[in-house]
């Protein structure tokens, strides 16, 4: 099992860029493949980006597509979320989710979670 300790969130304007990180911790990060979720308030958690053990693979929601780019290092064990032209509907806690796979695919059926970071983005 891999623990998940996402990092910076925050408060930025409109139109504005954060980065948030993940760091993971406690088994082999290889053969992880990675996700962004994200949940606003009231509303349900919905998809953003993943990312393939290797990183040579990544989807993303349409929402986020030109904004969004999910990227990692096996090195430093830690998987990225650059978010550009932040809009006002990002706003949201943002969570990373792992899943072990043998093989270097996209995977969404998520078993391993941390605990999330804000992100406010005010108009």
């Known amino acids: 099992q891999v623990r998940l300790v996402e990092s910076g969130g925050g408060l930025v304007q409109a139109g504005g860029s954060l980065r948030l990180s993940c760091v993971a911790s406690g088994d082999t990060f290889a053969r992880y493949s990675m996700g962004w979720f994200r949940q606003a308030p009231g509303k349900e958690r919905e998809f953003v980006a993943a990312?393939?053990?290797?990183?040579?693979?990544?989807h993303y929601a349409d929402s986020v597509k030109g904004r969004f780019t999910i990227s990692r290092d096996n090195v430093k064990n830690t998987v990225y979320l650059q978010m550009n032209s932040l809009k006002p509907d990002d706003t949201a806690v943002y969570y990373c989710a792992a899943k072990w796979f043998f093989r270097d695919i996209i995977v969404l059926d998520y078993d391993q979670w941390g605990q999330g970071t804000q992100v406010t983005v005010s108009s």
């Open positions: 990312i393939s053990w290797s990183g040579g693979s990544t």
